[in-house]
């Protein structure tokens, strides 16, 4: 039996191999220290970046959108609160019962009801999910008062876009409406605001053409979150800048007004002042509540919408295109009289005209008789003009009627303008292939043809012959944000003033001689006259049978077939201020339709005008919310 | 300094045992495992439940048990190695038949009142069975062939157990330790050039063998970017975590990668990354230093032992809790792959506390009996 002993070869061998051992563990406890002084000291700023980035989330807050207000500071768009019930699935024991007790108060309708457990599947259980909206105050009462049986359930409010004048100024204001996936990829650079749930954009007239505008700057919280996403703590808040306020050039009591009178038509009108280009006027008839839009609109409303035969959605001031008819005459005598056609040059009406064998009617089958100028346009005889047209040619006309702004766009300030057609020659071999027939000079020479304008076009030229001769624009628009914007230019056309004062005694013999095609819808008090043009743009051909049997009347047909009513003026004749153009589709005819429309327009446009409230001074692009 | 004869000419009585105790070893202990408790207290947000309180009671017990431990007699221990080495592998064989899955693997037993981890049962046996066999052993036989055949078996059976469970971790651990003895023993080295060998050769049939998990951990590991939500979450967050404590940390309670829950597991495998964070590089140096502490003492008992048994235990012991530490801290800098190993006195866990209190009992019933000069005898088994 052998001692083992500290000297014995089986101990060296030990304490040997012990020694690297602990050698080998000194080195590897060298190269932790070595990672932890990697780690926590040469990358310890980049690391506690990360863990910052892990902790904090910025959570963008929406800016309050600006408003708008008209002229005079009536507000035209705002925001309102949306009084709502958000539920946070995880203090509901029992959502589907919470919701039953809900209904009871708010009504959940089946579909409601699976959208709601959709998004409360797939949010975080802590996360508030809406699910009633827009209830009334004594909704809202009831569940704040019935929060303890409705676990889990907690009255919130939001703000909503709210149109006050929703049908009067759809087509002008516009609406807001969720971001689209297309909308958020032209975002040109990074928008996170508009990622943020429930955040609306402008997608219509001047909500959307001023959008970045009325946005505002977003804030932002900063706040602790756990690695679910749980808000722990909110550490910074920075409020972020309302949107800038917009003032329209709009007066909403010459809007309300125009709408009421127009509410039963398919119509547009627009009203200028002449010198300025201020639209105060802007309708389009009949419209939509955007109100509904920007809640989200049903299947069913959609459908009633874009099916309605006077097409609610067509914004027809701007997009609405139709041959001016007789309004136009004005131009063919602007242009026949730069062509050195005296204004005494008569012409004899028999309600014929004839071109090689073709034959061109007069409105009056049995004539005029001799008529100048002066009595062409009061009477809007089509055989005076048949004969202008062809002693002027065609392009002649259209220079005039490109002067006066036909034919063109003016980068109004909500977008959908159309151009309209101004025929010439060239155009139509650039267009059709076909030579210019003579005939078709005859035709545009009264404002039918190829001939396409919109309302807002004919209010341009209107503005333009009455204003002494300077390319006015219409805008829409005072100030952004409290800045006053600078009035556009309105240069001095080329265009002899003696020549406007014909024709502007021509449109007064329409409305204040007897015998004119408006006398019927003048304006009787004094010094408020207005001096106009009618039009009835013809929609349909009449056939030679037709004829010789006697035109249809207008009522007699069905409505998409009757002629379109069109009536231009301004006011008052003595020393003009407004313009107007009124459009009212399948109307008849513009003397029996738009001018009793149109003067009693241009009649509360002036009679506004003299109790004209305190001109508003925007406030600057601070807000109170 | 020391009176030799008291020890060697007759045997020491209780007294003389608590009084060699070394109490400020059991001190540095307490005061690890405190860095621990604090951790624990730490998490639950400033309170003591659910894991300090719990933690600091299986300290005590862990105490008491390592205080009984190093009173037996050394030679009891060594009597009683391969009856316990017995009883270890039996239950490790029942885990596989009757245990059941703990985070989604086998390797408790539940015996009614407690959860058993046999394989931390077997940590410490394959070190008694281990230290006991090469005990009886000359340095000239150890390195031969036919002496080899038990040792070598001692080790792979549980081995071959473990990894069935599967518990790589514990499976690494055990073959490691038990290869360490092997060394310290004495084998020659041209058996580890040889294993070493072997083991690269049979790296592509473990690599084969491996479950999706394990095979996605080290793809992890070697490339935590590659999943940065998915399988590499738990590396980038306790590198971060890490990484943000700076120099001297957030402050105690004040980890935010920690308490905000980016950190995971953090009360067990990632709580040295936790620590990091809140006491910084200077926390964490300091619990390296402690640790250190206790392997440089573990190391001298070994090396003043008088007997083989006792110092191959000794050496075992520490070298396991050496692995412990190392394994776990590398593992959360990011050094290693995700094994479920656990920081030892720190991690919170019952079994791993008390199995590793019961082998410093080991440790210290060595330093107490190191004047014994047992007989190298050959009774193998008794």
């Known amino acids: 039996m052998q001692i083992d002993g500290r000297d014995s070869s089986r101990y060296q061998t030990f304490t040997r191999r012990t020694l690297v051992l602990g050698g080998a563990q000194a080195a590897a406890f060298v190269v932790l220290a070595g990672r932890m002084y990697y780690l926590q000291i040469l990358k310890s700023d980049e690391y506690q970046m990360l863990a910052e980035e892990n902790r904090i989330n910025v959570r963008l807050l929406a800016p309050l959108r600006g408003r708008i207000v008209d002229r005079y500071g009536s507000v035209l768009a705002s925001n309102r609160q949306n009084y709502r019930a958000v539920l946070v699935a995880e203090q509901t024991p029992n959502i589907g019962e919470t919701l039953d007790r809900l209904s009871r108060i708010v009504a959940i309708t089946p579909f409601d009801r699976k959208k709601i457990m959709r998004d409360i599947d797939r949010s975080p259980r802590f996360m508030p999910v809406t699910v009633a909206e827009d209830l009334t105050w004594e909704q809202f009462a009831q569940l704040n008062i019935n929060e303890p049986d409705l676990a889990g359930v907690q009255p919130d409010v939001g703000e909503t876009r709210y149109y006050p004048y929703a049908m009067e100024l759809a087509h002008v204001v516009g609406y807001v409406g969720p971001v689209s996936d297309k909308e958020m990829e032209d975002a040109d650079d990074e928008q996170p605001l508009l990622k943020l749930p429930g955040f609306r954009i402008g997608k219509s007239g001047i909500e959307k053409t001023f959008d970045q505008d009325l946005r505002g700057i977003a804030g932002a919280t900063h706040v602790e979150v756990n690695a679910y996403g749980r808000v722990i703590r909110e550490l910074s808040k920075d409020q972020g800048k309302p949107g800038a306020e917009i003032v329209l050039t709009l007066d909403m009591e010459i809007q309300k007004f125009a709408c009421e009178r127009l509410k039963e038509e398919s119509a547009s009108a627009v009203v200028m002042d002449i010198h300025s280009g201020d639209i105060l006027s802007f309708v389009s008839t009949p419209a939509f509540d955007p109100n509904e839009f920007n809640m989200g609109l049903s299947q069913d409303q959609w459908k009633m919408l874009v099916d309605n035969p006077y097409k609610p959605l067509t914004n027809k001031a701007i997009a609405g295109l139709y041959p001016p008819g007789s309004t136009f005459k004005t131009m063919t005598a602007i242009a026949a009289l730069e062509a050195g056609v005296d204004p005494n040059h008569t012409v004899g009406c028999n309600g014929k005209y004839a071109l090689g064998n073709h034959l061109f009617h007069c409105w009056k089958k049995e004539g005029h008789g001799a008529m100048n100028m002066h009595d062409g346009l009061k009477h809007s005889c089509d055989v005076y003009f048949y004969d202008l047209a062809k002693r002027i040619g065609i392009d002649a006309i259209e220079k005039v009627a490109k002067r006066f702004g036909l034919g063109e766009t003016y980068d109004l300030e909500i977008p959908g303008e159309k151009k309209g057609i101004v025929p010439s020659r060239d155009w139509k071999r650039a267009t059709t292939g076909v030579s210019w027939q003579q005939g078709e000079t005859l035709i545009t020479g009264i404002g039918q043809g190829f001939l396409l304008t919109s309302p807002l076009q004919l209010a341009v030229m209107a503005s333009r012959l009455a204003n002494g001769g300077y390319a006015v624009k219409p805008r829409l628009t005072r100030a952004v944000g409290g800045q006053l914007l600078p009035k556009p230019e309105a240069p001095k056309m080329e265009v002899d003033p003696e020549h406007l004062k014909i024709v502007q005694g021509g449109m007064n013999g329409v409305s204040n001689e007897p015998g004119g095609t408006a006398y019927r819808a003048r304006i009787t008090e004094v010094g408020m006259e207005l001096a106009g043009k009618t039009g009835s743009a013809q929609v349909r051909r009449i056939s030679m049978a037709e004829r010789d049997s006697g035109v249809r009347k207008n009522d007699t047909l069905e409505w998409r077939l009757r002629d379109h009513a069109l009536f231009i003026c301004f006011a008052p004749v003595a020393e003009p201020k407004y313009a107007m153009a009124l459009v009212i589709e399948h109307g008849g005819s513009g003397s029996g339709a738009a001018a009793p429309a149109a003067r009693d327009i241009m009649l509360e446009v002036q009679k506004r005008n003299l109790a004209r409230p305190q001109a508003y001074v925007p406030r600057g692009d601070v807000e109170e919310a | ?382």
Not at chain 2, 55 to 82: C, E, K, N, P, T
Not at chain 2, 371 to 380: D, M, T
């Open chain 2, 1 to 382: 300094m020391l009176d030799l004869r008291r020890f060697t000419g007759r045997e020491m009585r209780i007294s003389d045992k608590l009084m060699e105790f070394n109490w400020g070893f059991l001190l540095l202990l307490a005061v690890i495992s405190s860095m621990g408790f604090a951790m624990l207290y730490s998490v639950a947000d400033g309170s003591f439940s659910p894991w300090a309180l719990k933690q600091m009671i299986r300290f005590v017990l862990g105490a008491g048990i390592m205080v009984v431990v190093a009173l037996i007699d050394l030679r009891l221990w060594m009597r009683i190695s391969y009856p316990l080495y017995a009883i270890a592998l039996v239950l490790v064989t029942a885990v596989d038949i009757v245990g059941f899955k703990g985070m989604g693997a086998q390797r408790w037993l539940n015996l009614g009142i407690i959860q058993l981890q046999p394989s931390e049962i077997m940590k410490v046996a394959i070190l008694l069975a281990l230290a006991r066999y090469f005990h009886g052993l000359t340095l000239e036989e150890v390195s031969r062939v036919k002496n080899l055949i038990v040792p070598l078996l001692i080790v792979v059976v549980p081995v071959g157990l473990v990894v069935k469970q599967p518990d790589l971790g514990t499976a690494i651990l055990l073959t490691v330790s038990g290869g360490v003895l092997f060394f310290a023993a004495g084998l020659a080295w041209r058996y580890f050039i040889l294993g070493g060998l072997a083991v690269l050769a049979a790296i592509p049939i473990i690599w084969d063998r491996l479950h999706d998990y394990q095979r996605n951990r080290v793809f992890t590991f070697l490339d935590p970017e590659r999943d940065p939500l998915g399988a590499g979450y738990h590396i980038l967050q306790s590198k971060i975590a890490l990484g943000s404590g700076g120099v001297f940390g957030k402050g105690f309670m004040a980890g935010t990668q920690a308490h905000l829950n980016f950190l995971p597991e953090k009360q067990t495998d990632f709580i040295f990354t936790m620590l990091c964070e809140e006491l910084g590089f200077v926390g964490g140096l300091t619990l390296l230093a402690f640790y250190s502490v206790v392997l440089i003492y573990s190391f001298s008992v070994a090396v003043q032992c008088r007997n083989q048994f006792g110092r191959l235990l000794a050496l075992g012991v520490s070298v396991s809790f050496f692995f412990y530490v190392f394994i776990n801290s590398a593992m959360v800098m990011g050094l290693l792959p995700v094994v479920g190993v656990p920081l030892p006195l720190v991690s919170y866990g019952g079994t791993a506390m008390l199995s590793l209190m019961f082998a410093f009992g080991l440790l210290m019933s060595v330093y107490i009996h190191r004047n014994l000069e047992i007989a190298r005898g050959n009774n193998a088994f008794w």
